[in-house]
């Protein structure tokens, strides 16, 4: 297991500590302030298709003079924004926000999508928020449909008396149900889930940098809050902004021409660039295992020792999996998913996903004959 030192100092300049070991998940020194109940985040960041300066087709036809570029640099990342309403979302899609989101590759974590990072940081800063205040009731978070209705099931228990620890518990359970909702996502991509009505999001499902990324997100997010950096929104967009940067500096992210130069290693095993966004096999290889104990998917070639990411399922004797779940419930949308019963956890995620990676090797060997 690999522990990182500190972050750089940000708001309170408090150091934050990044211990990425499950063993010893790190606790908050003392309950800090906290921002009232946040808004579910709803905005569409950009999530970027595998490979660069990739040209769109709609309705079958190409799109003329549309390129998207897709890399970014840690100097181009922009400032933070955490996702409340959609109108936030549509900025930030049409370059108009004030973030700047893409995939750059580092040497110690291979290609990170930031959108996929900012994106589970702020659901699990949404979870926390709802959370902390009925820590030990029964209580569900409805986020709405994705294939199926998406629910967040927390159970009654009897919390630790410790103000301190029942913050830090809340903290780890929080990161723990947001990244199921980001493993979700990626099932719901390949099964046929439209953000968009007509446009397909199969291109992005299980692409070899999405869940690493996700858990990165869910990694800073509790560090910002066991480090007191979300007593307001404005707070944690600050501390968001300078912790992603840094986290990846440590990872060792390159420029952007390293990263093209990395897309250009694999284009024709990884990625097509002979295809068009959203063609669901511009994507040619695919990351199909669900877990939050992850190394980055290997790149050909990368000497650098990885960095293990994970979260703990534990803490001070306390099964999070038994405190917190998410639960997938039938929607309208779920002809392409064998039928729950009656509901999906992520104990289904790996058979789900399974069942999506057999489709895709019968589909490559179709194509090889």
Same mark, same amino acid.
């Given at each position: 297991?690999?522990?990182?030192?500190?972050?750089?100092?940000?708001?309170?300049?408090?150091?934050?500590?990044?211990?990425?070991?499950?063993?010893?998940?790190?606790?908050?020194?003392?309950?800090? #302030?906290?921002?009232?109940?946040?808004?579910?985040?709803?905005?569409?960041? #950009?999530?970027?298709?595998?490979?660069?300066?990739?040209? %769109?087709?709609?309705?079958g036809m190409p799109v003329p003079f549309y390129q998207l570029n897709n890399t970014v640099t840690v100097d181009e990342l922009?400032?933070?924004?955490?996702?409340?309403?959609?109108?936030?979302?549509?900025a930030n899609l049409a370059g108009l926000g004030r973030e700047n989101n893409g995939i750059l590759y580092t040497s110690r974590g291979?290609?990170?999508?930031? %959108?996929?990072?900012?994106?589970? %940081?702020?659901?699990?800063? @949404?979870?926390?928020?709802?959370?902390?205040?009925?820590?030990?009731?029964?209580?569900?978070?409805?986020?709405?449909?994705?294939?199926?209705?998406?629910?967040?099931?927390?159970?009654?228990f009897t919390p630790p008396d410790d103000a301190a620890e029942r913050y830090s518990l809340a903290a780890w359970l929080a990161a723990h149900v947001a990244y199921?909702?980001?493993?979700?996502?990626?099932?719901?991509?390949? @099964?046929?889930?439209?953000?968009?009505?007509?446009?397909?999001?199969?291109?992005? %499902?299980?692409?070899?940098?999405?869940?690493?990324?996700?858990?990165?997100?869910?990694?800073?997010?509790?560090?910002?809050?066991?480090n007191g950096q979300t007593a307001s929104p404005g707070m944690y967009n600050m501390a968001m902004g300078t912790a992603l940067r840094q986290a990846l500096t440590n990872l060792g992210a390159q420029p952007a021409e390293i990263t093209r130069f990395q897309f250009d290693m694999l284009n024709g095993r990884w990625w097509s660039s002979q295809r068009r966004v959203p063609e669901?096999?511009?994507?040619?290889?695919?990351?199909?295992?669900?877990?939050?104990?992850?190394?980055?998917?290997?790149?050909?070639?990368?000497?650098?020792?990885?960095?293990?990411?994970?979260?703990?399922?534990?803490?001070?004797?306390?099964d999070l999996n038994a405190l917190g779940e998410m639960q997938l419930w039938p929607g309208d949308n779920m002809a392409q998913l064998p039928p729950p019963s009656p509901y999906y956890t992520p104990k289904d995620f790996p058979s789900l996903a399974e069942r999506a990676r057999e489709q895709d090797a019968q589909r490559n060997a179709s194509r090889d004959h």
């Amino acid at each position: 297991m690999l522990a990182w030192g500190t972050l750089a100092p940000v708001c309170a300049a408090l150091p934050l500590n990044l211990n990425l070991s499950t063993s010893a998940p790190p606790a908050a020194s003392e309950a800090w #302030p906290v921002m009232s109940p946040q808004p579910q985040p709803n905005g569409l960041r #950009p999530c970027c298709a595998f490979g660069y300066d990739l040209h %769109a087709e709609l309705l079958g036809m190409p799109v003329p003079f549309y390129q998207l570029n897709n890399t970014v640099t840690v100097d181009e990342l922009g400032q933070h924004q955490y996702n409340d309403h959609l109108l936030t979302g549509l900025a930030n899609l049409a370059g108009l926000g004030r973030e700047n989101n893409g995939i750059l590759y580092t040497s110690r974590g291979g290609f990170i999508d930031t %959108a996929h990072v900012r994106d589970t %940081a702020d659901i699990t800063v @949404y979870v926390f928020s709802q959370l902390l205040p009925k820590l030990g009731q029964a209580f569900t978070l409805s986020l709405g449909d994705e294939l199926a209705e998406r629910r967040l099931v927390f159970t009654a228990f009897t919390p630790p008396d410790d103000a301190a620890e029942r913050y830090s518990l809340a903290a780890w359970l929080a990161a723990h149900v947001a990244y199921q909702v980001a493993e979700w996502h990626e099932i719901a991509q390949w @099964y046929g889930f439209e953000s968009v009505p007509g446009f397909s999001e199969g291109v992005s %499902a299980f692409s070899p940098e999405d869940l690493y990324s996700n858990l990165l997100g869910a990694r800073l997010a509790a560090s910002l809050i066991l480090n007191g950096q979300t007593a307001s929104p404005g707070m944690y967009n600050m501390a968001m902004g300078t912790a992603l940067r840094q986290a990846l500096t440590n990872l060792g992210a390159q420029p952007a021409e390293i990263t093209r130069f990395q897309f250009d290693m694999l284009n024709g095993r990884w990625w097509s660039s002979q295809r068009r966004v959203p063609e669901k096999y511009l994507v040619l290889y695919r990351n199909f295992r669900m877990g939050d104990s992850r190394l980055p998917t290997p790149v050909p070639g990368e000497q650098t020792v990885p960095v293990h990411l994970s979260l703990p399922h534990r803490w001070k004797g306390f099964d999070l999996n038994a405190l917190g779940e998410m639960q997938l419930w039938p929607g309208d949308n779920m002809a392409q998913l064998p039928p729950p019963s009656p509901y999906y956890t992520p104990k289904d995620f790996p058979s789900l996903a399974e069942r999506a990676r057999e489709q895709d090797a019968q589909r490559n060997a179709s194509r090889d004959h």
